[in-house]
């Protein structure tokens, strides 16, 4: 067993992160998430010599990501929704340039600056590509503080398994909630570089070229099909999702993150009054666990979504779904959070008739 500690959400993702053996950490402050930087900068170096820098923007700190990335270390930045908005075409350039990075987004209330307070409003924008062209990134979903620490271990490795960049997609509340986590052992930092690193023109081999600019269509089209079946083989191998009492149910309430713990109260919640309803939870949100719904959904009445949103995830639902059973929705909006009581009496409103 590792090293159990009580550990808010920002903090435990920066703490896994030196664990990890992240090699750099370029990133900017923006409230809900300014305590990674605040964590590393005391943290870090003195421990494993990761180099921490707070750039002068979030374009700035991409950039930088890219660079570094491309010559072959592990690099790591974190920011919340504004500041990923700034990140999209940085993010774009790395995917295409198909190098492993590691996001995390700590989702605040908008549009616009919005508000500080949590939201889960950026899903559109981390799963179906956020910047230009045809790409997507490896998003995890976490639902409490020792998954945000876990994520970061396994968005790195699926990240450089298939060089693509993983996001972490949690929400204010989490990065601010405090929860007992138990840390992985300290990794060390890798002393070899990958094969397609830039590390410098060897006197006997040929040059080793990382870029997203291919001129020429012939060759961007086939670098885009390239990315489209590594994106298929993610969506065959990687696909993460966790059930709960599908055995019986009638019903099913599902949503992502912290929508997912509102989901499961109001699950326990509509038990005890002797409905039967079940839970789907995303655990990977691209790829989008399709499947598990497609089978559900024959079998029973319908699903109800939570999330902190207008209604993101639900319209994956729906296409997983299709005619095979009904999806209703509930949502709060703007920094607000459900309660599991609220989205109970929605349930019973809109599938019981129950006012």
Known sequence: MGEIKLMKGNEAVAEALIRVGCDGYFGYPITPQSEVIEYLSKEAALR??????QAESEVASINMIYGAAGAGRRVSTTSSSPGISLMQEGISYIAGAELPCLLVNIVRGGPGLGTIQPSQSDYFQSTKGGGHGDY???VLAPYNV????????LGFELSEKYRVPAMILADGAMGQMMEKVELFDQLPR????PEWATTGKPHDKERRIVTSLFIEPEVM???NLRLQAKYRIIEAEEVRYQTMNLEDAEYVFTGFGL???IAMKAMELAREKGYKVGLIRPQTVYPFPYAIYRETAPNIKGILDIEMNAGQMVEDVRLAVGDKTRVEFYGRMGGMIADPESVLKHFEKVYLGVE
């Open 146 to 153: 020792q998954e945000m620490v876990d994520y970061v271990k």
């Open 259 to 261: 929508g997912s713990r």
């Open 48 to 53: 494993t010599g990761m180099v921490v820098l």
């Open 136 to 138: 997507h990134l490896i």
């Open 190 to 193: 890798r002393t070899e570089f």
């Open 221 to 223: 089209e086939q670098v």
